[in-house]
């Protein structure tokens, strides 16, 4: 291993300028003659609009223009998409209500976007945004998820009357039925996932540009994948043909997958900059962010698991009721079908899975992909209820979870997935060791001197990465592809240039990316500079999510990599004076087998742009190659995280005392940043279990919307984390990656919520489980505990 | 924010004579009317910055054997202050968890008992040790001082420039912070001084800070954690909201007075 | 002054002076964004708790968020873009680069400029909890702050061996 090259714990090469204040961010842009946009949004959940009355505000000072629906329609702009196709059981199509860029005739939770006003100031813009009277008729609000579909009155979309957006299953009925039918013992488990709100630290921003001379149009946006914005843009919003319309994601403050999807901000921006003809900037404050992000997960599950005289799972069936609020993000079908049930399989060698989700609209906002987006939510369902099946089963639960991995690949689950390599057994054992399990009930004995209650928690997780097989995800209901793209540009004097479809919003692909080009081709990583998120410099890409980076975006680079050494062994060729197939590529330099002929990458470089050695006919002048990746299989991360907590009897705080997470990632390119990457995760998996929780009222109003109500983890909510790996390599990609970026906020709640009810001494607790909840738990338990 | 037109002036005269137009505001350290205002819900006329008065109106001095911190003296400073640390250390430890150390630096005692926020800390120091509140026109007592939400007795153009806290012989300070907010959910100030026990509550009241008489009763004699054990705290009158019920917080308000008082008699 | 006008505010911002004309409801974070184009400090939230736009002022942390720029009168302000002295990065930044203390970057400036004061007041001996402790006004939502922790605690040894060269020199 190479001090820069796969395995190193290389520095980022693009930290200088975060920790200098140089970075890029959409709100740092300011163009020439920009002017300000405000969003007027509703304050009711549920409301039909009467008139609006822009009169006053347009008189106001500094505005520039207001616009609304009316407008956006009269353009003929189209709604926002969701591009994923779900049919229910029934066969027929998911029911999909409009979503406009900016709202016609209703508005359906509160923050929609109702009107936008551009002003010279963003002050002068919001002060006329409060001038613009709306008339509307507020309509009683669907909040509920567990009873949307009965609440009865005004649906939230005409196209779906119950609010029933699709009714839809996954594996087989009757086969599990027969399952719970021989069982010897069931587990039953009533389960809420809780909603969460994003909260990069970056908000979201927009500025959009027109040019009337070229007639084309640039949107810098804060996107994890601009290329897709551009495709939607263009292709089903109708801004622009995607040669007229360049999208610029610069540096992205975090992501999570809440800057995956096409907001109508971005959309409302672009557009109106032609109106105007000036651009527009839009920065999003942090209510706002709370109020229109797409929030993250809502489910509510009832799940039951069979087993059978031996301790085995023979069976598990789910019903769930997922949230989609008030319109179907970009992406928000598929969360809670095709990247939920499939992981329900776990760890575990499950015969018989059958799982059925509806999927309800609420008046609240959309939901869509939340770090891990439906992984976590089925790492939930199966790690607690085989939780409370080992106790109730009487086995010690990582006994129980042994005994009932898989453990020959490939494993083909009743759920579609195919996992192709892993060692489950291993990684259980280094976390029980680093964990030091044995010494628990000591440890426990201790606390309870101290009158505290200690509990431990495990979590074997497996997710579904490295999305995903463009066939695969196509017959799923996929409207698009989700291969990558790479092109590796090499200057005449030997330095490179790759061009990613990736998006790096705190990953830190400059770094990881450009490690595997230095060790490729043995230059210096300085050399190597990676260029992502400008659609006129890549041509097309699909951006980052689903931990996709490493195993797809990677490996279109090993590819076009491949295609720049076969090319340059024939440039060495001509300039060797030797047969292409007798050239060899190694730490840099090309050689002639057998003999003490070489040149270096840098020369070859050179001569193949000199083209002075060889026959322009043969072969062309230039080293430069593309590549598209499109994957066999989705990767399989899997891990044991094992939490150990306290909690204070008397005021219900959890403290977290130990953590160890083991995963196994396949192979790691960079350590540092991998384990960066699962501490990251895990804080967002143990604030979705014990911090973060989002309230509406039943009128709809969010109470959570800013960080006075909504709470964010912060440092002192965790001790010092053991991050560990094993490593099987992945068989579905030439770099044997698996993926890591979600893994934490996957494994993470089940392990936190096992560990509490351990401490309590085996109740449920609903997340997040707030100090008020393990207190009234606490209540409820103590005089039982004192009886026993 | 709405618009206001800012004034800095260089005396307290002139402070008072310009607090007389409409609706003027004090500003201090800024770091509760300045959210408030972005916010959109408050919009005074006019912004007073006292912050060229700042000599003047800060630091600590000794004072018939309690102390005596001009208005302006910043949270952290009254943390870090030594006479603090040596007469009331309660106090000074009470300073160093108000906000976080960026709040600590720029957010002023004064500013804090003016806004009398409801789940502000000051409040429950001032009522539990008896302070003083020296205005521009008076002194006031504490326990005349705090009359609800946001409402204190200072009339229109008085100026808060000091407070005196008499030494008590025992005193400490605990709070449990809101989850989100870090503001104290509830927080419980004890004293015990030459007028007698005193139990200040803050953060759960629905009409802002308050005493908590049963326990002081049962500490009159026996100045101690396990004296109010057995006292139960009403729920009425106590704040319900999304973190936490007034259940919850009367028993919060139990356990922090404990807490407060194991501190205490250290 | 009558409401909407604009007043001269002078300070020196990472060593230089400036003035600007403004609106008197001009945030000193908005000055230092909008009106120097320094946009180093970020504004992540509304409320005062994300830590974001931490910057100096007089040598003290404060969140630049919550104080108007009318208000820094003649006060000495350092934001990010000031803390490494003549192109030589400040041991605080090297240390978040050396301990991969950030990920996306954006609480970055802030967190360092927070780190920085830290060590200011309580010295570079600092062990874990007062470090987690006194993170409490800036929030990272990428890095689950353990090396951020960890870059804070190097940051601080570090500039304790600075200030000891500096000091024997």
Redesign the interface.
Known sequence: MSATGIGASV??K????????????T??I?RPGQAYAYFVRSPHAHAKINRIDKAEAERAPGVVAIFTGEDIAADKIGGLICGWMIHSKDGSPMKAGPHPALAQGKVRYVGDHVAVVIAETY?QAREAGEQVNVDYDVLPAVVDTGSARSVGGEPVHEVAPDNTVFEWHLGNKPETEAAFARAAHVTKLDIVNNRLIP?????RAAVGDYDDGADSFTLYTTSQNPHVARLVLSAFNGIAPENKLRVIAP????G?GSKIFIYAEETVCVWAAKKVNRPVKWNS???EAFLSDAHGRDHVTHAELATDANGMMIGLRVHTTANLGAYLSTFSSSVPTYLYAPLLSGQYNIPAIYCEVDAVYTNTAPVDAYRGAGRPEATFVIERIVEVAARELGFDPAEFRRRNFVTSYPHQTPVIMCYDAGNYGASMDKALELIDYKGFPARKAEAQRRGRLRGIGFSAYIEACGIAPSAAVGSLGAGVGLWESAEVRVNPVGTVEVLTGSHS????HETTFAQLVSERLGIPIDNVTIVHGDTDKVQMGMGTYGSRSGAVGMSAIVKALDKVEAKAKKVAGYVLEASPDDIEFKDGKFTVKGTDKEIDFASVALQAYVAHKFNGQDLEPGLKEGAFYDPTNFTFPAGVHICECEIDP???VTRIENWVAVDDFGIVINP??V???V??????GVGQAL?E?T?YNEDGQL??A???????????D?P??KVETTETRCPSNPLGIKGCGEA?AIAAPPAVINAITDALGHENIAMPA???KV??AVQEVQPRMAAE | MYAFTYQRPTSLDDAMAMLGDGDAKLLAGGHTLLPTMKQRLAAPSALIDLGALRDQLSGVTEEAGGVTIGAMTRHGEVAEDPIVKRVIPALAAMASVVGDPAVRSRGTMGGSVANNDPAADYPAACLALGATIRTTKRQIAAADYFTGLFETALEAGEIITAIHFPKPEKAGYEKFRNPASRYAMVGVFVAKTAEGVRVTVTGAGANGVFRAQDFEQALAANFSADAIKAVKMSPDGLNSDIHADAVYRAHLIGVMARRALDKANI | MGSGETMLVAMTVNGKAVSRDVDPRTLLVQFLRDNLRLTGTHVGCDTSQCGACVVHIDGNAVKSCTILAVACESSAVTTIEGLAAGGTLHPMQEAFREHHGLQCGFCTPGMIMTAVDMVNRRGPDLDEHTIREDLEGNICRCTGYHNIVKAVAAGAQAMGETAFKQAAE
């Open positions: 520095r980022r693009e930290d200088f300028r975060f920790i200098t204040g140089k970075g890029h961010y709100d740092d300011n002050a909260n990069a630290m970056e908000p540096d992205v403050g975090g999570f404050d942090r209510t919003h705190g990953q830190g008397d005021t219900g540092m940043i384990e960066g990457q501490h990251g995760g895990i804080a967002q911090l929780g309230v109470l959570t800013s960080y006075m109500d909504y709470c964010m983890p912060r440092a002192y965790f010092s984390l934490g707030t100090p008020l207190w009234r």
